[in-house]
């Protein structure tokens, strides 16, 4: 009975000496988290900020997840003001210096992506314009690999002894990224140039590496609901242009785009913009397969 | 069939598989010949070509900057002048991270005087933050709002009503705005949240029950904030509040605080739907001349219920008795309803109504618009 006892301890400090060992990451969003999951495998501890059906431009800066930062050793943010309004507030309650802007722990994965729609000049006016340029670049999987080589070197920063650990990851990431992407792009090819209405201005990497062209916005503005006039200039575009399809996400209602379809016959699709947008949605990939499947399915 | 033959056979015969083969791989390859050669070429590539470079806008080390305006209408009872309009107070905002140990924050107001019109240049705000103090702790210096309960540390822009509680305003005016230092401490809880605020102040200048002592004696202050994460979408916080310090008697007063706010946000429509139950309670402590006490009480308790993306509605209960006077019994009742543009824009309506055992009844409708230019940070949870 002893020996049991002491073999359960031993058991418990060894877990526990285990999850101490790993690297604690804290993530904005579940791309970023699925992604940190795949290049660290079983050397990290990852959770994420805002859930995959959430919008990641309103994240209520709860305590809680103060706790998470002021523990972890790296933190990886979307970047390009996605979530100015919530994650600035949360690192410097953290009273956590590993994870301040600037420090190792810090990890910005826009580093190097290539960004669209970068305005020239900003004005309010024209709605929730991101100054640094759209900042949805994870829907386009070669950005994956971007990211994927930002949280690579900033786990490298902080784990230099697990180097090529992750860098073998890296390597395999963008291998399968490498032989999704053709597979995703024989499934889209017979759609290249098909026109679609989106409800956000959130999908122009995807229009881009797809060649898919959004005609409108549901949003007159980016971040202003849709107004009657708006709805009446897309029934019309969905007229004129044949449209079939309407792409929403999971955290607008579908009220105003139901009543587009209803008067075109235009279908509401509700595609996942983050892993975890729905229940199959369980990694990086499986969000193209998703939204893939899903927007053929809609435009057949 | 001589061996030349057969073998020609062989050769036509695997020639035409091959070439069905082949033929089936190019009507696979064709429909996306471009996308795919583009797509291949890049793959193929040993290296990624570098991303051209992109200007991130220019590099600056100025500060966020914005302004937020304060537009108020109001129409009450009982006065000599029963309607204004105006700006109400603009506030300056100045965030910044000062280098990799520290952020500090500027909050400056241009507000108007009740009684001459004219407006005035004053630090509201004016504080360093650290950021990498060890063992969770943060210091803040310079002139800040204090830490006591729910609406005292928020910017009055940011309250979903426009006139403080009776209760709040009886006790703390327009609220503990003080200079000094501030320790603050992330308790290692692993079960919930928990911080614990120490502040040590000059003491406000005019302050109902609290005064700035000639002597050495300062206001204190401790707070002990408890925040559950019920669910995804609902929340619960549970603070106390102590503080102590010198009245305009040259005494003390003491009064403890309790707050409990309920939120509820789904998480995935929570730009379309939220409710909140916040309510405070004071109990107040004050000494005054010939050794007398005032033992008196104050409360507030109201909900925000956002009915659409745009729209909220808040209703307000206040009870109050005064520090001085626990024989004043003050009732007020509002209603605000709140339309938000964007969040850079709200337009909000009240209508209030106190009765008290001293005075008159006031009525009074309200209205506010609040528009912010720039770059304004978040505002606690």
Request: charged fraction near 20%; aromatic fraction near 12%; charge should be neutral.
């Amino acid at each position: 009975m002893k020996l049991k006892i002491v073999f359960i301890l031993l058991a418990c400090i060894g877990m526990a000496a285990a999850n101490a060992a790993k690297i604690n990451v804290v993530t904005t969003t579940a791309d970023l988290k699925s992604i940190t999951e795949l290049i660290g495998k079983d050397k990290v501890d990852v959770s994420s900020i805002a859930t995959g059906y959430q919008n990641p431009h309103f994240v209520d800066p709860k305590p809680s997840y103060i706790i998470k930062l002021s523990r972890a050793d790296m933190f990886v943010t979307v970047g390009l003001d996605l979530e100015t309004g919530w994650s600035p507030q949360l690192l410097s309650s953290s009273r956590n210096p590993k994870i301040q802007k600037g420090s190792n722990g810090y990890v910005d994965a826009s580093v190097g992506v290539t960004l669209l729609q970068v305005p020239s000049s900003i004005n309010r006016g024209e709605g929730d314009i991101h100054i640094y340029g759209n900042p949805h670049y994870w829907l386009d999987p070669v950005n994956g690999k971007q990211i994927a080589k930002n949280i690579c070197d900033g786990l490298e920063k902080i784990s230099p002894e697990n180097k090529a650990f992750f860098e073998a990851n890296l390597k395999d990431f963008n291998t399968k990224i490498d032989l999704k992407l053709k597979e995703w792009a024989i499934k889209m090819s017979s759609y290249k140039g098909v026109k679609i209405i989106a409800y956000h201005n959130e999908w122009c990497y995807f229009e881009q590496r797809f060649g898919l062209i959004i005609v409108d916005f549901m949003e007159p503005k980016p971040g202003i609901p849709p107004t009657p006039s708006q709805l009446v200039k897309i029934i019309s575009e969905v007229k004129s242009n044949s449209i079939k399809v309407i792409i929403s996400s999971p955290y607008f209602t579908t009220s105003s785009s139901d009543v587009v379809s209803k008067q075109t016959g235009a279908k509401t699709i509700v595609l996942g913009t983050s892993v975890g947008a729905f229940d199959n949605i369980k990694d990086y990939f499986d969000l193209f397969d998703y939204n893939i499947d899903k927007l053929i399915q809609g435009l057949n | 069939m001589n061996y030349f033959t057969q073998t020609a056979l062989i050769t036509v015969f695997f020639s035409s598989i091959s070439v069905n083969l082949f033929s089936q791989t190019d009507s696979i390859v064709k429909p996306d010949s471009v996308l795919l050669k583009q797509i291949e070429k890049q793959l193929n590539s040993s290296q990624p070509p570098p991303p051209p470079v992109q200007m991130r806008t220019s590099p600056t080390t100025l500060p966020d900057i914005s302004v937020v305006g304060d537009f108020q209408a109001s129409y009450k009872n009982n006065v000599k002048r029963n309607f204004d309009a105006g700006i109400n107070e603009a506030e300056l905002a100045l965030q910044s991270v000062v280098d990799p140990y520290a952020r500090a924050d500027f909050f400056f107001t241009v507000g108007k005087d009740p009684v001459t019109g004219k407006f005035s240049l004053d630090l509201e705000e004016g504080y360093l933050t650290t950021l990498s103090l060890p063992a969770h702790l943060q210091l803040k210096a310079g002139k800040f709002k204090s830490a006591m309960g729910r609406i005292n540390p928020v910017h009055s822009h940011a309250l979903p009503f426009i006139s403080l509680p009776n209760a709040y305003e009886n006790y703390f005016g327009e609220g503990i705005n003080d200079e000094g230092v501030s320790l603050s401490w992330l308790v290692p809880n692993s079960l919930f949240y928990q911080e614990l605020v120490v502040q040590f102040t000059d003491g406000p200048i005019d302050n109902p029950s609290f005064s700035r002592s000639v002597g050495n004696t300062y206001l204190e202050l401790l707070h002990l904030k408890n925040f559950f994460e019920l669910s995804a979408n609902a929340t619960l916080e549970l603070g106390f509040s102590g503080i102590t310090g010198h009245n305009f008697l040259d005494l003390r007063t003491n009064i403890a605080a309790m707050d409990l706010t309920y939120k509820w946000k789904p998480v995935q429509f929570n730009t379309y739907q939220s409710f909140t139950w916040q309510s405070e309670a004071y109990f107040s402590n004050a000494n005054i001349l010939n050794d007398k006490v005032v033992n008196s009480f104050g409360m507030y308790s109201f909900i925000n219920f956002q009915f659409s993306r745009r729209m909220f509605f808040t209703g307000m209960y206040s009870y109050s008795n005064k520090p001085y006077s626990s024989g004043t019994v003050e009732n007020s009742y509002s209603a605000t309803i709140g339309w938000y543009a964007t969040e850079f824009q709200k337009l909000e309506i009240e209508g209030k109504m106190t009765t008290s055992n001293m005075d008159k009844e006031q009525n009074q409708i309200l209205l506010r618009w609040i528009f912010v230019i720039g770059t304004h940070g978040a505002h606690q949870y």
